[in-house]
């Protein structure tokens, strides 16, 4: 998730994260991917590029998911994806220490144009896919 600045639509979203999605599962080819398929995914990270849509849903930060430990949606610093930090670690009954030693990750992000990518798109109508 990356906070962005006022006035991006959701088809300049869906535009670039389509873009994105599919740049990355071809140069990373073992890491991500952009197939739906839970089968075809074969361990990779699937990029889901599709809910960024009008009337689509999202997990949004720091909510529960629908599991046995109760684990929370929560935002990452770097140094955590680098240690490889389990989901698990982040539930319902840590969250509040989480928040209050961290404070909330993602308001302290930096906000980010989509312009620079949206005029590369532009340019390079081949680079959507299309």
Known sequence: MVPLTEGHTFEDLHRVGGFLAR???EKFRTLFTVER?????EGRIYLDYVQVAA??????????RATPEATVS?????????TGVS?????????EKRLA???DLLAQAE???LAPIL????????ALGR
């Open 101 to 103: 030693e961290k404070g």
């Open 111 to 113: 906000r980010q144009s």
């Open 55 to 64: 009337g689509k849903s999202m997990a949004a930060p720091y909510t529960p």
């Open 23 to 25: 740049f990355l599962a």
């Open 74 to 82: 929560t935002p990452l610093t770097w140094d955590e994806v680098k």
């Open 87 to 95: 989901p698990k670690a982040f539930h319902l009954l840590s969250i």
């Open 119 to 126: 005029k590369f798109l532009e340019k390079r109508p081949a």
């Open 37 to 41: 398929l839970l089968k075809e995914r």
